[in-house]
């Protein structure tokens, strides 16, 4: 069963605009973290931000805030003021007990 | 900076042969992730270690796959025999708890 759902392959976004990124998921457990990686072309996966399912605040880390609404089970990333920088795969995914699920991710591309 | 190292970075091989595969976690950390990255699969879970014990290995092919931590300071996945499927970005992360992950470079596998 897909745990992650991220529905958009990719998205394009004009340089200095905010940007937000779905992200779904399905879980009955209570406890659980959702979390946001960056991929550029390099290849590396770089840690953006996490939010616990028991968190009261959504989580925010500098131009990077998590959009965490409990009931709908979305965990949107929004990104502020967007950078060419910012051009990048980006992944949604969520642990749950041992397991840890990615989603299929979103394909940023920033225009100038 | 502390960062995760992996080595090699880049692996071709012929099928049949053994590949080993290594990471060192950033000092302190006690959790030990190894992810597979490929095109049609997306990022799989392969192996969770914390404080060197196995905790959840149940994404790794059993056959051919087994992952270890000789020690806090090395982990390492082997493949014997490789297969061309195998061929996939291979990607260790470290953490101090479940819920962060610092993920190193990948080794890039290639199978022939």
């Not at chain 1, 998205?11 to 937000?20: G, I, L, P, R």
């Not at chain 1, 931000?49 to 989580?59: E, F, P, R, T, V």
């Not at chain 2, 880049?10 to 042969?17: A, N, P, R, Y």
């Not at chain 2, 699969?41 to 270690?49: I, K, T």
Request: net charge negative.
């Amino acid at each position: 069963a897909q745990k992650i759902t991220q529905t958009q392959p990719g998205m394009f976004v004009q340089e200095k605009e905010a940007v937000t990124l779905d992200c779904t998921y399905d879980t009955s457990d209570p406890s659980y973290g959702l979390f946001w990686y960056k991929q550029p072309s390099s290849g590396e996966m770089i840690f953006l931000i996490y939010q616990g399912s028991y968190d009261q605040q959504n989580a925010t880390e500098g131009r990077y805030s998590l959009n965490f609404q409990k009931a709908r089970k979305s965990a949107n990333l929004v990104i502020s003021a967007s950078q060419l920088g910012d051009s990048a795969m980006y992944f949604c995914a969520m642990t749950g007990g041992n397991q840890f699920y990615f989603g299929t991710g979103t394909s940023l591309t920033v225009i100038p | 900076d502390a960062r995760v190292t992996q080595t090699p970075r880049d692996k071709v091989t012929e099928m049949g042969q053994e590949v080993t595969m290594r990471c060192q976690p950033i000092l302190g950390h006690n959790t030990v992730f190894w992810y597979r990255q490929t095109m049609m699969q997306g990022l799989e879970l392969l192996a969770y270690f914390r404080n060197r014990a196995p905790l959840d290995d149940s994404g790794m092919p059993k056959d051919r796959f087994s992952a270890e931590m000789p020690d806090a300071t090395l982990a390492t996945l082997k493949i014997q025999p490789s297969e061309p499927r195998d061929s996939a970005v291979y990607f260790c992360a470290s953490g101090e708890t479940r819920n962060e992950q610092f993920f190193g470079p990948g080794t890039r596998l290639t199978v022939l």
